[in-house]
Each structure stands twice: as structure tokens, then as C-alpha cells.
């Protein structure tokens, strides 16, 4: 896994973004933070070479060739958006939340929800694909 630093801050005493999503799972102390973390180890099984970004201070992000999805917490619910899931398939029906928007999907998870983690998993790599498939090709240089 790779991590980038997009914290906001420039000296080399701030905390890279990994270390600050650590800080965010422990801060919450409850189900919140140990859902995000699972969620987290999900992320990286399912794509090794994943960036985790700290971005709009304060929400974790996992990209590759792009934002794969965002990790926010809120009172009720943990929510992963795919930045375009609106082009990915879901056969297995995990989105449940932004259904109704162009670009974004996402799934809220509840305290005691079960996890499909095969299906988030494939989820998460199909993300990674479409990303990949939408790479701009190197400018070719004139002689």
C-alpha cells in the first residue's frame, strides 16, 4: 500500500495520511472506527497498491488512477462512496445510498450490519479497473 501526504500542511512534522486515518479509527472509539478500519483492511486485500489520501479535512480516501471511494462517519452510519459508482456493476445490491445521483454511489452501513466482503472486494477492484481504463495515453513527441 502506498501512502500520499495531501494534508493541507507543508512542514515534514505532519502526519502522513495513513497515520491520520489511525488517529480518525481510534478517535471514534466505537463501532464507527472499528467499522472503518475493517473496511480499510478490506480496501487493501482487495487492491495492494492503494493510496490512502486525508482530504476535505478530515475524510480518509482511497485512490488508484484516481479516488476509488471515501470513508466518511457519521452518528448513524459509516459511509463508503465510490467516486463513480454509477458506472460500476453491483450485483450484489451493496449500494443503498446516492442511488439517485449521475456519478457517485454509496453504501451505508449500519451498527450491526453484515459486510459482503466478496462483493465489496470486487466491488473496490472494479473501481480500480474503470479508473485504470480511463488513464489518458502519453502525449506522443514530435521528431
Do not use: Q
Not at 19 to 40: A, F, P, Q, S
Request: charged share 35%.
Amino acid at each position: 500500500m502506498k501512502t500520499a501526504r495531501k494534508t493541507g500542511a507543508k512542514d515534514a512534522s505532519a502526519a502522513s495520511p495513513s497515520k491520520m486515518i489511525d488517529g480518525r479509527i481510534k478517535e471514534l472509539g466505537d463501532w464507527r472506527g472499528e467499522m472503518l478500519g475493517r473496511i480499510r483492511g478490506l480496501i487493501r486485500e482487495a487492491d495492494p497498491d492503494v493510496v490512502e489520501e486525508w482530504k476535505w479535512r478530515g475524510v480518509p480516501v482511497w485512490e488508484h488512477d484516481g479516488i476509488i471511494c471515501t470513508g466518511e462517519t457519521y452518528k448513524e452510519v459509516v459511509k463508503l462512496t465510490f467516486a463513480k459508482g454509477a458506472a460500476l456493476e453491483d450485483p450484489a445490491g451493496l449500494f443503498n445510498s446516492s442511488l439517485d445521483g449521475n456519478v457517485r454511489r454509496a453504501i451505508d452501513i449500519r451498527e450491526g450490519d453484515e459486510i459482503n466482503e466478496k462483493a465489496l472486494k470486487a466491488l473496490i477492484r472494479a473501481a480500480v479497473e474503470l479508473n485504470g481504463s480511463k488513464k489518458k495515453p502519453a502525449k506522443k513527441r514530435s521528431a
